[in-house]
């Protein structure tokens, strides 16, 4: 008898403007639009096997709560080779929104990125 298992995990966030989201996620990060609904208040983008949901936050108060809470940690492959291919679209971001790769003590490779709602995106890679 084999044990069930949970086999993948999806972030949901909370976003203040679904367009402005969309657009950052596609044109800075190259995620894929997967779906979007007819109102706007959901959507769904994949980059590779990565998925990640957003969903229009109900009011001010409910981003406020979250604004700059969440953290989403995207493994990755060939990390240096994604960042080069992202820099040319990082790079006008404001000061303080792209950390460039770095290696953490704790065995990782990584760079930060905070979308447009202060959402922290870390893409990781395991340092061999």
Not at 5 to 32: H, K, R, W
Not at 73 to 87: C, N
């Amino acid at each position: 008898m084999t044990k069930p298992i949970v086999e993948d995990a999806v972030a949901i966030i909370p976003v203040s403007d679904m367009a402005q989201t969309l657009e950052f996620y596609e044109l800075t990060l190259g995620f894929e639009k997967r779906f979007v609904s007819d109102d706007a208040t959901f959507a769904m983008m994949l980059h590779g096997e990565a998925a990640l949901h957003f969903i229009k936050a109900a009011d001010d108060q409910a981003l406020k709560a979250t604004r700059t809470n969440i953290s989403i940690y995207l493994w990755s492959k060939q990390l240096d080779e994604l960042y080069a291919s992202l820099e040319h679209r990082l790079s006008p971001l404001p000061e303080g929104r792209v950390r460039a790769p770095f290696d953490q003590a704790y065995g990782m490779r990584e760079f930060h990125v905070k979308d447009p709602d202060g959402c922290l995106l870390i893409f990781g890679e395991t340092i061999e």
